[in-house]
């Protein structure tokens, strides 16, 4: 991981590639949709459809750490502590979905609602403690 | 712990953004340090002692700290 640069330093060198990754996210989430049929395309077609969406996503989270080491102590400390608080609500949440559906209590879920679910409650939980409390 | 900060920021006219320029932390790390949410690290806290010109105990008190006989 990279040392600590700085909290202007640390957000400039995170949006500059933060944009490019998003740009290159929604390129892949459109150019998929227009150009690839899940029914008729070839599996090689949909499997790299599936790493040029994924790959910007990873890319990000290793962004984020990224950013999270190298800006400011307290920045740092509400980023992983959201990002602790985020991963424990979406593990729960993994747990008790995956239960449900073992017992065939529900059908089975898509497991990349899991994704968007993590950064709702990171994003949630970041809020919430900036709002309340005493955070060390 | 209890702090100066607001009062020192305040006598040099400065705002939390630009004290926060000067320590090249974010403006929600001033305004945690200044209301008590947030104790600084020893490196930020000589950072912020330093660019006001003061010792570290001219600008954090600790609240259970013993009063010492002389100060009585």
Not at chain 2, 5 to 16: D, H, M, N, Y
Not at chain 2, 21 to 35: G, H, K, P
């Amino acid at each position: 991981m990279a040392q600590q640069v700085g909290f202007n330093a640390a957000r400039k060198r995170y949006k500059r590639l933060y944009w490019p990754a998003i740009i290159a996210y929604v390129t892949a989430c459109i150019g998929g949709a227009i150009l690839v049929d899940k029914d008729t395309s070839p599996v090689w077609m949909t499997s790299v459809l599936a790493i040029l969406t994924s790959a910007p996503l990873v890319f990000i989270m290793w962004l984020m750490l990224r950013h999270s080491d190298e800006t400011d102590e307290y920045t740092r400390m509400r980023q992983l502590q959201a990002f602790a608080k985020g991963g424990a609500i979406t593990m729960s949440a993994i747990w008790m979905v995956g239960s449900f559906q073992l017992w065939e209590v529900i059908p089975g879920l898509n497991v990349f609602w899991f994704g968007p679910f993590f950064f709702l409650a990171y994003g949630l939980t970041y809020c919430w403690d900036s709002l309340t409390g005493k955070t060390v | 712990m209890e702090n100066i900060i607001r009062t020192l920021r305040a006598e040099q006219g400065w705002s939390q953004a630009a004290l926060a320029e000067q320590l090249d932390v974010s403006r929600q790390s001033v305004n945690a340090i200044e209301t008590g949410k947030y104790d600084p690290s020893l490196p930020l806290a000589f950072a912020i002692a330093r660019l006001f010109g003061k010792s570290i105990e001219e600008v954090f008190q600790d609240p259970d700290a013993p009063v010492s006989k002389a100060a009585e």
